[in-house]
């Protein structure tokens, strides 16, 4: 019952400022929640698009269309915040739907190249570009953790933040890399967002306090592993093991979601220095660490 309602209360079209119009991708699920949140940015008669939600999917490229005529407006082009197919997958229905060959920009994919566009062909952009469009002026601020080629768009004239999937609203994301992301979301506090824009689920309308939140969150996790690790010197510990006594309160069938986070918390801290590990499956105090 609960997705219902949660689908009932969220739109497929809303006007969020006179800057923004989010619609959605039309693509729920359990990985995009209610869908990809896509986002019109502008006040002219072309506007920006950020993301385009997932693979041929006709609602979305419907009512889509329906959102531009009705403003009478065209999309100027297309920026991507990273490569999942959710956010970058439907660049080519939008291109061949409205007949025009947008220009698409996101950051380069270093470990591997980006999924492969037929219609178009990806702009790749620099940290700090600027995109610009009547009404709005967009600042790109690289933030990996989410994934290595991840991006947030600070809307410059009213500081709310296109958060991608760094911060997700009402729910937390997957991380690849948890150092990265800690630094990630200490740069997103920098910027201070009046508002959050995620690329799933509602409007964040207190940003700096769920920003703090996470990053406390992920500390206090952190600490309770250290601290572990230090109960049991000596001794190799799996992720399993610490889940067993850090996450103790949690049901037995997220157990092993909760042994991939534990994972991610250990190559942070072999990266910081403070854990090691011979095999990548067990783990301990790194041997210099006394002085924690």
């Not at 072309?46 to 041929?56: F, K, M, T, W």
């Not at 609602?59 to 959710?86: N, P």
């Not at 290595?148 to 009213?158: G, K, M, P, S, T």
Request: glycine share 8%.
């Amino acid at each position: 019952g609960v997705i219902v309602n949660m689908a009932e209360a969220f739109p497929k079209y809303l006007q969020l400022s006179q800057r923004v119009i989010r619609i959605l991708g039309c693509n729920p699920g359990p990985a995009t929640l209610q869908g990809t949140n896509t986002y019109l940015v502008g006040t002219g008669k072309r506007r920006i698009l950020i993301d385009a939600g997932d693979p041929d999917i006709p609602e979305y490229l419907e009512l889509l269309k329906s959102s531009l005529r009705k403003h009478a407006v065209d999309i100027q082009e297309i920026i991507v915040t990273h490569w999942h197919h959710d956010h970058v997958g439907g660049v080519d229905g939008i291109c061949r739907t409205l007949g025009t060959k947008y220009r698409t920009s996101k950051l380069m994919r270093i470990s591997t190249p980006d999924l492969a566009l037929k219609e178009t062909t990806y702009s790749f952009i620099q940290d700090k570009h600027i995109f610009t469009t009547e009404g709005a002026t967009l600042r790109v601020y690289h933030g990996p953790g989410h994934t290595e080629d991840h991006i947030a768009l600070q809307l410059v004239e009213d500081g709310s933040v296109f958060s991608g999937d760094t911060i997700l609203g009402g729910s937390t994301t997957i991380i690849e890399d948890l150092q990265q992301y800690m630094q990630t979301l200490n740069d997103l506090l920098e910027l201070q967002p009046k508002v959050i824009y995620p690329g799933h689920g509602p409007v964040i309308e207190n940003p700096v306090e769920v920003i703090q939140y996470y990053i406390k969150h992920r500390h206090e996790r952190e600490q309770q592993i250290i601290q572990f690790l230090a109960d049991n010197q000596g001794t190799d510990l799996t992720a399993m093991d610490i889940v067993k006594v850090v996450y103790k309160d949690i049901p037995e069938n997220v157990h092993l979601m909760a042994a991939q986070n534990v994972t991610l918390h250990l190559l942070k801290l072999q990266k910081d220095k403070v854990a090691e590990s011979t095999d990548g499956n067990t783990w301990r105090l790194y041997k210099n660490s006394s002085n924690i």
